[in-house]
C-alpha cells in the first residue's frame, strides 16, 4: 500500500522567514509528485509539481525531491500571512493517476 | 482560472431524500475522475475512482449502492448520496488530471443532511 507521511505537526513561522515542510514516501515507484494548498473550508489547489531529482522553483516556493531517499520537500520564502494554510504532499505511482495524500501540515505565519 | 467545476457549492437536504452532486472538467477531457470527502479537520479520503464508459471503483469500506457514481461523458462525473443521512453530511470535492499528471481539484461541495 502506498504511503506518504507528514510527520511534522502545525508550523508556526514569523513573517518573512523560511516555511519548510518534508514529505517521505513509501513506493519507489512513485512517479509524480505534487504539494497542495488547503485553506480552511476550501478543496485542495496545486501549487507545485516535481517530476524528476532536485530543486524546482517558482516564485515563493521551492520544491526538492531526493527520489533514492523518497523525499520531497517545500520551501515557503518570505512567507506571508495569506501562506497560512494546511499544505498537503501528494504522490502518484502512475497508471491511474490516482494520488496517495499525506494527512498534511498546517503552517500558520504571525504577522 | 478553475479547470474544475462543482455544482452544487452548498446544499442542504432532508434526511432520506437524495443529492446529485456534478463535476465537469473545463477546458479537457478526462477519462478518470475522483471522489473524495472530507470531515472537518480531517484528511481527504478518497472515496471512489469515476472512469468514462465503465464502472467506478470505490475504495473500501464505500457504500456503492449508496453513493451512485456515473460518468456521463469525457466531462462530466455525477456523485449521488441516496437516502441521506446526518452522518452524510461533510465536504465532497471531485478531482480531475489534465494532461498526464497533474490533478485539479474541484471547488468542492458542501452538503448537510438535517
Known amino acids: 500500500q502506498k504511503e506518504v507521511e507528514q510527520n511534522s505537526g502545525p508550523l508556526s513561522v514569523p513573517e518573512g522567514a523560511i516555511a519548510s515542510l518534508n514529505c517521505t514516501y513509501s513506493?519507489?515507484?512513485?512517479?509524480?509528485f505534487f504539494w497542495y494548498r488547503q485553506y480552511s473550508g476550501k478543496s485542495p489547489e496545486l501549487i507545485m509539481s516535481?517530476?524528476?531529482?532536485g530543486d524546482k522553483e517558482d516564485g515563493r516556493f521551492t520544491a526538492q525531491l531526493n527520489k533514492a531517499s523518497q523525499y520531497v520537500s517545500l520551501l515557503i520564502r518570505d512567507s506571508q500571512p495569506s501562506d497560512s494554510a494546511t499544505y498537503l504532499c501528494?504522490?502518484?505511482?502512475?497508471?491511474?493517476?490516482?494520488?496517495?495524500f499525506g494527512k498534511g501540515n498546517q503552517v500558520v505565519v504571525i504577522p | 482560472g478553475a479547470v474544475v467545476s462543482q455544482h452544487p457549492s452548498w446544499v442542504i437536504c432532508k434526511s432520506g431524500t437524495s443529492v446529485k452532486i456534478e463535476c465537469r472538467s473545463l477546458?479537457?477531457?478526462?477519462?478518470?475522475m475522483f471522489w473524495y470527502r472530507q470531515f472537518p479537520k480531517q484528511s481527504l479520503m478518497l472515496m471512489a475512482t469515476?472512469?468514462?464508459?465503465?464502472?467506478?471503483?470505490?475504495e473500501q469500506g464505500v457504500e456503492k449502492d449508496k453513493f451512485l457514481i456515473n460518468h456521463a461523458s469525457l466531462t462530466l462525473s455525477t456523485l449521488t448520496v441516496t437516502s441521506a443521512h446526518p452522518e452524510d453530511s461533510s465536504f465532497y470535492i471531485c478531482?480531475?488530471?489534465?494532461?498526464?499528471?497533474?490533478?485539479?481539484f474541484g471547488p468542492g461541495t458542501r452538503l448537510t443532511v438535517t
Open positions: 478531482s480531475a488530471p489534465r494532461g498526464s499528471y497533474e490533478q485539479y
Open positions: 513506493d519507489r515507484g512513485s512517479q509524480s
Open positions: 516535481i517530476y524528476s531529482n
Open positions: 501528494a504522490v502518484n505511482g502512475g497508471g491511474n493517476n490516482r494520488l496517495a
Open positions: 477546458d479537457f477531457q478526462a477519462t478518470t
Open positions: 469515476s472512469n468514462e464508459g465503465s464502472k467506478a471503483t470505490y
